[in-house]
């Protein structure tokens, strides 16, 4: 079967840095897609990653690695505006979206 | 403002009830979806649409029907529903179906609440 793993909650101060993952397993890959969603709002894309590596944008950076099946989102400089829900999707070979359950992020002052 | 939006954003109803839910967008995608969102689960595909047509049904019951009139709207009729079917239900959209690094673009969904 297909499964995201991710931690269902994280705490962090503000200002600090924070490093949520994401593990997967899937029947095929074509790309892996982060999205953030704030309580009671629509979820809204923050980054998409197909290729190994880091990609960086401004306070949040996605990394890749298909070999390990494993991803991470890093975000830097912690606002309390952070608060919320990311979501970790991967697209499968037939480019549906298996999604995780979310890592809830609480973001202490 | 995503583009995409849902109405009504709230909606309690009985179970013998028969209530529909609406998408709309604006940004001339020719992919639609709905999901249900239930609290710490992952976001669960119930219908996509491309180009007007249904092109997947992930084992849905028919308690929930869905109609796509137009590229720019969808409905999601519900009738005689469970009190398990209470979710969030997310309308979202992509420029196209079946390409990769399409991002979605998601409405603020209808908070369902069946009593």
């Known amino acids: 079967g297909q499964n995201i793993d991710q931690p269902t909650e994280m705490t962090a101060t503000e200002g600090a840095i924070v490093q949520i993952n994401c593990t997967y397993q899937?029947?095929?890959?074509?790309?892996l897609f982060w999205y953030q969603q704030h309580a009671g709002e629509a979820p809204t894309f923050l980054s998409y990653?197909?290729l190994d590596g880091l990609e960086e944008k401004g306070r949040f950076s996605s990394f890749l690695s298909r070999s390990k099946g494993y991803s991470y989102l890093l975000l830097k400089e912690l606002q309390m505006k952070d608060s919320a829900s990311y979501l970790c999707?991967?697209?499968?070979?037939?480019?549906?979206?298996?999604w995780g359950a979310g890592t809830k992020l609480i973001i202490k002052p | 403002e995503t583009g995409v939006t849902q109405t009504p954003r709230h909606l309690v109803m009985g179970m013998t009830n028969k209530k529909s839910l609406k998408c709309e967008q604006h940004?001339?995608?020719?992919?639609m979806y709905w999901y249900k969102q239930s609290a710490k689960k992952p976001l669960e595909l119930m219908f996509v649409?491309?180009?007007?047509?249904?092109?997947e049904n992930n084992s849905v019951p028919s308690r929930f029907s869905p109609e796509c009139p137009n590229s720019s709207h969808l409905f999601l009729h519900l009738h005689t529903l469970q009190p398990e079917d209470s979710a969030l239900y997310l309308c979202?959209?992509?420029?196209?179906?079946?390409?990769?690094?399409?991002?979605?673009?998601f409405g603020q969904g209808t908070r369902l609440t069946v009593v």
């Open positions: 979202a959209s992509s420029q196209e179906l079946g390409a990769g690094g399409t991002e979605a673009f």
């Open positions: 940004l001339g995608h020719n992919a």
């Open positions: 649409y491309s180009l007007e047509e249904r092109v």
């Open positions: 899937t029947s095929g890959f074509n790309g």
């Open positions: 990653n197909v």
């Open positions: 999707a991967v697209m499968d070979s037939n480019y549906q979206l298996i």
